[in-house]
T-cell receptor
């Protein structure tokens, strides 16, 4: 069974701090996506990574796909209260299964 | 343009009753997904529709759950004889591409189901 494990599950930090969220698997994924969800809303796509070793930047957010395409990380620089939310990684496994990680709840305090 | 809409936004039902949840995907999106989410948790895949192909029902937790998609557009998720453990937010998403692609999934706001 392919799984995506996210860590940490919960993170509470002060505005201005940096943080990294991890999404790991023992299996290879053809692509990984990161979504962010705010309370009462559906998730919204942040980025898609498809190439091993790929790094993508979205303003203060940096996403990396592992060389072996088994893991990914999301790094936020100088976090702001608007970054608060549930961060979800999502992958399409080699059997076509749709797999979401269990999520990382980020709280950024002003 | 209009996004994915879901109705009702909230549903409270008594244990044992049947419920129907509706999803209106973005026009032209061939793929439609249903997920279930417990409070603060990740998404649990339920069912996937792609065009006219047979749906992938592998995520449905029991035979009390069923879904249909009429005319390749609107979808209804039905839960029969609801149980308290069915309480969750049910999210619908649609996409231009098929499963396994890198297409973005567009999510609706969800239906919060509470079984008392």
């Amino acid at each position: 069974t392919q799984l995506l494990e996210q860590s940490p599950q919960f993170l509470s930090i002060q505005e201005g701090e940096n943080l990294t969220v991890y999404c790991n698997s023992s299996s290879v994924f053809s692509s990984l996506q990161w979504y962010r969800q705010e309370p009462g809303e559906g998730p919204v796509l942040l980025v898609t990574v498809v190439t091993g070793g790929e790094v993508k930047k979205l303003k203060r957010l940096t996403f990396q796909f592992g060389d072996a395409r088994k893991d990914s990380s999301l790094h936020i620089t100088a976090a702001q209260p608007g970054d608060t939310g549930l961060y979800l990684c999502y992958g399409s496994g080699n059997t076509g299964k749709l797999i979401f990680g269990q999520g990382t709840t980020l709280q950024v305090k002003p | 343009g209009a996004g994915v809409s879901q109705s009702p936004s909230n549903k409270v039902t008594e244990k044992g009753k049947d419920v129907e949840l509706r999803c209106d995907p973005i026009s032209g999106h061939t793929a439609l997904y249903w997920y279930r989410q417990s409070l603060g948790q990740g998404l649990e895949f339920l069912i996937y529709f792609q065009g006219n192909s047979a749906p992938d029902k592998s995520g449905l937790p029991s035979d009390r759950f069923s879904a249909e998609r009429t005319g390749g557009s609107v979808s209804t998720l039905t839960i029969q004889r609801t149980q308290q453990e069915d309480s969750a937010v049910y999210l619908c998403a649609s996409s231009l591409g098929s499963r396994g692609s890198t297409y973005e999934q567009y999510f609706g706001p969800g239906t919060r189901l509470t079984v008392t």
